[in-house]
């Protein structure tokens, strides 16, 4: 854990010696779109347990409802760092906006689409959320993208459910508790505080494993994950790797 602290102040205070900011403010505002999930505990503890302060950087945190208003914050200037999911700079490259990654400290994306507990009995999978109203930490987020990716991917229009802003943590499981909102994409300790109440909770997707990362990204009929691989062959060089990682059906 000392080491993934590491990886987060060591970037920052490079970037903010490069970028002219050391003249320009005397602090860094990092935004991080929902403080709460276990997905963004690294840059939390680093400044609760003063790693930023170590590295001689005076970081203040400013937690928002979701991931896109955390991008929204970076790029109209209020903040200086995004603390969020990757295909958000996917997304902006794709439009020819730019970002710069510098520390990955999530290994699996810890999504979760669930189905509130009052609507068990009407919704038994992803099809069946055409015309449902879907929680999301916020439009635009990667929560978001996630059910449009489902739903997609299960033959629907990505239109076709409604997504609502219902944020995460305590927001969201209210949320779904009070059947506000059909179902949802959730993060853990959210998920897990739901099921600790609805033992019988429906779980239509989840990307908090190895496995299930691949089951659901995982392009049909196109490429296969070996379960297997024979990692000394697989450093010779990328493109036996890569062999070695893919394969035709």
């Known amino acids: 854990m000392r080491t993934i602290f590491g990886r987060l102040a060591a970037p920052l205070l490079a970037l903010f010696l490069m970028s002219g900011l050391a003249a320009a403010q005397s602090k860094i505002t990092i935004a991080v ?8 505990l690294p840059t939390v ?8 302060d170590k590295a001689g950087l005076a ?15 970076v790029l109209g200037g209020s903040a200086d760092v995004v603390s969020g999911y990757f295909d958000h700079c996917v997304n ?8 710069t990654a ?19 009995g009407e919704i038994k999978s992803i099809k069946d959320l055409a015309g449902k109203k879907v929680g999301v930490s916020a439009p635009g987020s990667s929560t978001d993208f996630f059910v449009k990716y489902l739903l997609k991917k299960n033959g ?9 802003g219902v944020g995460l943590g305590a927001t ?18 959210s998920v897990t505080v739901l099921q600790g109440s609805h033992p019988d909770l429906r779980i239509l997707s989840d990307t908090r494993t190895q496995k299930d990362t691949l089951d659901v990204f995982r392009l049909p009929g196109f490429t296969r994950i070996r379960r297997r691989i024979s990692w000394r062959k697989c450093r010779r060089n990328w493109s036996a790797r890569t062999r070695s990682f893919i394969s035709r059906r």
């Open 33 to 40: 779109g929902g403080g709460a999930c276990l997905c963004y």
């Open 45 to 52: 503890l680093a400044k609760q347990l003063g790693e930023f």
């Open 59 to 73: 970081v203040e945190l400013v937690d928002l409802k979701g991931g896109s208003d955390a991008l929204k914050a």
């Open 92 to 99: 902006l490259a794709a439009k020819k906006q730019e970002l």
């Open 102 to 120: 510098f520390v990955v400290y999530d290994r699996y994306p810890g999504l979760v689409l669930v189905v509130s507990p009052s609507h068990n």
């Open 156 to 164: 629907l229009d990505p239109t076709s459910a409604s997504v609502i």
């Open 172 to 189: 969201a499981v209210a949320a779904m508790e009070q059947g506000q909102i059909d179902a949802a994409v959730m993060l853990d300790p």
